[in-house]
């Protein structure tokens, strides 16, 4: 995925050319697919969709990205498609919490309760900006995961929105008031089980941000950001 370049020169539609990518549905409604692109389209972002059940190909075209139900049969054939790539694809998973913990081990970089427009408008503004512009070496992977807070003798739990080198945003399971000091445990995909002391910066609704304390974790963390640099980017 390039950046828009600053020069004067590049015209709107090499620009738009830049920030156009393929999203797969499978055994999704095209309805949803359509509703993805409408959302991306008011964000800058040109989504091209194509519609798949089982047995059906998709071609030779990139795919950049992909949304489908969080279900054995529809997890498997991502896994055996020969366009899938780990940390590479972005992965829109349409169920719950516990759905999300279930296949947490994808890389479910988005989760959608369902396929209601109010979904699919977090679920875009989630990855926008990182088909805009990359992630970044100090920027966050949008990626939802379970995570236990170990807040002062309570134990809560949340699905992250992102994870970065610095922090995370959580949205928890209830609206609470976290302490100046939490312990998150959590698991991040081709990285393995973390541990690290928290604190709280900001809130809205059941969102949180939380900022990580100096950990001998971080070459760990700082290296699995890394490896998701190229998300959502066609091949070069």
Same mark, same amino acid.
């Given at each position: 995925?390039?950046?828009?370049?600053?020069?004067?020169?590049?015209?709107?539609?090499?620009?738009?050319?830049?920030?156009?990518?393929?999203?797969?549905?499978?055994?999704?409604? %095209?309805?949803?697919?359509?509703?993805?692109?409408?959302?991306?389209?008011?964000?800058?972002?040109?989504?091209?969709?194509?519609?798949?059940?089982?047995?059906?190909?998709?071609?030779?075209?990139?795919?950049?990205?992909?949304?489908?139900?969080?279900?054995?049969?529809?997890?498997?054939?991502?896994?055996?498609?020969?366009?899938?790539?780990?940390?590479?694809?972005?992965?829109?998973?349409?169920?719950?919490?516990?759905?999300?913990?279930?296949?947490?081990?994808?890389? @479910?970089?988005?989760?959608?309760?369902?396929?209601?427009?109010?979904?699919?408008?977090?679920?875009?503004?989630?990855?926008?900006?990182?088909?805009?512009?990359?992630?970044?070496?100090?920027?966050?992977?949008? @990626?939802? @995961?379970?995570?236990? @807070?170990?807040?002062?003798?309570?134990?809560?739990?949340?699905?992250?929105?992102?994870?970065?080198?610095?922090?995370?945003?959580?949205?928890?399971?209830?609206?609470?008031?976290?302490?100046?000091?939490?312990?998150?445990?959590?698991?991040?995909?081709?990285?393995?089980?973390?541990?690290?002391?928290?604190?709280?910066?900001?809130?809205?609704?059941?969102?949180?941000?939380? %900022?990580?304390?100096?950990?001998?974790?971080?070459?760990?963390?700082?290296?699995?950001?890394?490896?998701?640099?190229?998300?959502?980017?066609?091949?070069?």
């Amino acid at each position: 995925m390039a950046s828009t370049s600053s020069n004067p020169s590049v015209s709107v539609a090499e620009s738009h050319r830049e920030h156009r990518f393929t999203l797969l549905g499978f055994k999704v409604d %095209r309805q949803l697919l359509a509703d993805f692109a409408d959302t991306f389209k008011r964000l800058n972002v040109s989504a091209v969709t194509v519609c798949m059940g089982s047995g059906q190909r998709h071609g030779d075209r990139q795919i950049n990205a992909c949304v489908l139900p969080l279900r054995e049969t529809a997890v498997a054939w991502l896994k055996q498609s020969a366009w899938f790539r780990p940390r590479r694809t972005v992965v829109y998973g349409i169920g719950g919490a516990r759905a999300a913990k279930r296949f947490a081990g994808l890389g @479910i970089n988005a989760l959608l309760k369902d396929g209601s427009q109010h979904s699919i408008q977090a679920a875009v503004e989630a990855t926008h900006s990182l088909l805009l512009r990359g992630v970044g070496e100090c920027g966050r992977v949008p @990626i939802a @995961i379970d995570v236990e @807070i170990n807040a002062q003798g309570r134990t809560l739990t949340g699905v992250t929105k992102n994870v970065g080198y610095g922090g995370l945003a959580v949205r928890l399971i209830r609206n609470v008031a976290l302490p100046d000091v939490v312990t998150l445990n959590f698991t991040l995909p081709y990285a393995g089980s973390f541990s690290l002391v928290a604190s709280p910066r900001w809130y809205s609704g059941s969102l949180a941000g939380l %900022r990580f304390e100096p950990s001998s974790q971080e070459p760990v963390l700082k290296q699995w950001l890394h490896d998701y640099s190229l998300l959502g980017c066609s091949e070069v």
